[in-house]
């Protein structure tokens, strides 16, 4: 299988700019996670799916960002506007959302904002 | 809640060290644990993992041994060596909170010849 894909793996962009991240699971993958990586803060979860429906966006920092799956086999990732604070690593991983089950990580999309 | 809670880092250690890294969890329910690690530049990869009380996860020479009564899944390794340099994460995962995944911290490991 060709594991999850994430795009851009790297992109630059200025403050103000939109910015969206995206995500193909593992195909069979009913669970998705997207993940905010930092230095500072570590990785945190920012929203997770299961069954393409949101369960938890507790994470998700702002009004500034939002995310949508509107099938199995994608989900994108939203800034907009874009702050230089959000300059991080962003993963997406899947996985079969039953408990015991691996989740699997993309190669991260990395993020800067100046 | 949930939660994983593992030793600050950074940890430095001599090739063929032996390695401990230590991860204690709180979690509703009966959770199953995992340990990924983090290459720099790459995403997490699945290390090993655990799914009940007793069982013990191994891989690549790491271990660690799912205990209930400490709520405990440490890492070990007898001997360590350079390629091993990472980060590493503690997870558990509940069906009583939806399958989410709860990480920790993240441990980072240091290996010098």
């Known amino acids: 299988d060709a594991g999850v894909i994430q795009s851009p793996r790297h992109e630059v962009t200025e403050m103000g700019q939109e910015v969206t991240l995206r995500c193909k699971p593992i195909?069979?993958?009913?669970?998705l996670f997207w993940y905010r990586q930092t230095m500072m803060r570590g990785l945190e979860l920012l929203i997770y799916?299961?069954?393409?429906?949101?369960?938890?966006d507790s994470g998700m920092p702002e009004d500034r960002f939002s995310a949508k799956m509107p099938n199995a086999s994608f989900s994108t990732l939203k800034i907009q506007p874009s702050e230089p604070r959000d300059s991080a690593v962003y993963f997406c991983?899947?996985?079969?959302?039953?408990?015991?089950?691996?989740?699997?990580f993309g190669e991260g999309s990395w993020l800067t904002v100046v | 809640g949930n939660s994983v809670t593992q030793m600050e880092g950074p940890v430095t250690l001599s090739e063929e060290a032996f390695l401990t890294i230590n991860c204690t969890y709180t979690?509703?329910?009966?959770?199953?644990l995992f340990w990924y690690v983090q290459y720099p530049g790459e995403g997490l990869q699945l290390l090993l993992k655990?799914?009940?009380?007793?069982d013990k996860g191994s891989n690549k020479g790491f271990e660690a041994t799912y205990r209930k009564e400490t709520t405990s899944f440490h890492l070990e390794k007898g001997s360590v060596q350079v390629s091993d340099s990472a980060v590493y994460f503690c997870?558990?995962?509940?069906?009583?909170?939806?399958?989410?995944?709860?990480f920790g911290t993240g441990t980072s490991l240091t290996v010098i010849p």
């Open positions: 655990a799914t009940k009380a007793d």
């Open positions: 979690a509703t329910g009966y959770p199953s």
């Open positions: 997870a558990l995962c509940s069906s009583n909170t939806g399958n989410q995944f709860y």
């Open positions: 195909s069979g993958h009913n669970s």
């Open positions: 991983a899947s996985g079969l959302g039953a408990g015991g089950n691996t989740i699997y």
């Open positions: 799916f299961n069954n393409n429906v949101p369960i938890d």
